[in-house]
């Protein structure tokens, strides 16, 4: 686990409160670093909140978002291609519905567990809160690696999978959307086994759908349309723009993707991609239709781009993208994937701005550096909340049987997107932390749950 700093930028008067309340999340949690650690993280930005509000300290308040309303862990057999049955675990972990259904994504993964759900489901109450729309937090998955496996082997565990899951999904219950390891195609086979099981079509159940099956437009590209959206604003507030930046991007999925897309879009020229094998650099710039190529069409690794791009690409197998020196960094892959030692990199290499495209994917000794350095550093639940808002405007278009155009839900997703960075970065000021967007995120998601926790009565 990463090194954690105590509570010492907190006023005095909370020191006691905020160290009890994380020692009880250590003693009650225990083997759970990540969800610690996210816990961590937004109790340390607290202070301030409290000092303003301390009616946000009594009945247990933190304490009640800090457990989890219901968590639900399953057995998920399933029958690989030869015959054989195999096990999997799967989790649903319904985090807080103050403000709307839970919502959150499902990750097929090896390294999900317990903890991994709980700090995704988590980070999601306060994401979503910050999009300003209702919806709750949840988050779900399984440790099953669909890396490697058909067609039909990914297509029996959804069914599977879906066999436990249905009876605790509903459209003003618990919506589940796509996350590493579940793209449109695992919602499908979800979606599929929902509506045989049920006889109901009801798309109101999962987002991410595929757009003649009750899916929204803009879905796919959203989170990474909505990153590259919030770092733009970032860097507007230092008084400059995306064009002809140069950014290094991590990973090579859904969200790393569409980063890339946006980024080019706005003028900033891409020169890293990266799985979990290893990255390339293109001087020329990412050539985006051969990444989707390899990575959506063919599913396969990123070794495969510098043969088939000629001589500016280069496969890199071992050491990681923030080596490469950048203007802006958005790491897209997956948590505690940048720490201190690539952040001091970063900014020895006079890195402006790092977004957060993944889920918590920089390590806190990394954000320290980052911000002592002066970086503008933006966290993953408000620059990457673009996805949640898009499967939100999903869910809108459901219940009204409506489809909107591309254009119309890119408009909303830009506004929302601009939002979230004004209200981060306004409660930042407000707050006596200026252009720091970790406070400011995790203040304005925190008051907006606790507000509507405190009207709802002890529940
Ligand atoms: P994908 O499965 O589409 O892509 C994940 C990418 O990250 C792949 O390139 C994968 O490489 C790489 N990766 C995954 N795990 C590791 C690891 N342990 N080490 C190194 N690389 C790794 O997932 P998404 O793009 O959807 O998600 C990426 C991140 O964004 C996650 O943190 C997710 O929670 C977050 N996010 C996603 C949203 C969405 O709408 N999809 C919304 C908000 C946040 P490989 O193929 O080798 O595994």
Known sequence: MPHVTPFDSSPASHLPILQRIYSDTLHRNPGEPEFHQSVHEVLTSL???????????????????????????????????????????????????????????????????????????FEQTFKNALTGLNIGGGKG???????GRSVEEVMRFCQSFMIELHRH??????????????????????????RRITNRWEPGVLTGKGREWGGSEARTQATGYGSVLFLEQMLKMRGEDLD???????????????????????????ITASDSDGYV???????LELLKQIKEVERGRISAYPSRQGGSARYVPTGCVWNVPADAALPSATQNELDSAAAATLVNNGVKAVAEGANMPTTPDAIHVLQQAGVAFGPGKAVNAGGVAASALEMQQNSGREIWAFDQVEEELAAIMCRIHNTCYETANQYGAPGDYVVGANIA??????????????V
Request: net charge negative; glycine share 14%.
């Open 47 to 121: 202070a301030p909140a409290l000092s303003a509000h301390p009616e946000f300290t009594e009945t247990g308040l933190i304490e009640r978002m800090i457990e989890p309303e219901r968590q639900i862990i399953f057995r998920v057999p399933w029958q690989d291609d030869s015959g054989k049955t195999l096990v999997n675990r799967g989790f649903r972990v319904e985090f807080n519905s103050t403000l709307g259904p839970y919502k959150g994504g499902l990750r097929f993964h090896p390294s999900v567990n317990l903890g991994v759900v709980k700090f995704l489901g």
């Open 141 to 147: 998955g399984s440790d099953f690696n669909p890396r």
């Open 169 to 194: 999904l509903g459209e003003h219950t618990d919506v589940p959307a796509g996350d590493i390891g579940v793209s449109s195609r695992e919602i499908g086979f979800l979606f599929g086994q929902y």
């Open 244 to 270: 002809g930046q140069r950014i290094t991007v991590s990973g090579s999925g859904n969200v790393a993707i569409y980063s890339i897309a946006k980024a080019q879009e706005l003028g900033a020229h891409v």
């Open 281 to 287: 650099i293109d001087e020329k710039g990412i050539n």
């Open 445 to 458: 998601g925190f008051e907006r749950v606790a507000a509507g926790m405190l009207a709802q009565g002890i």
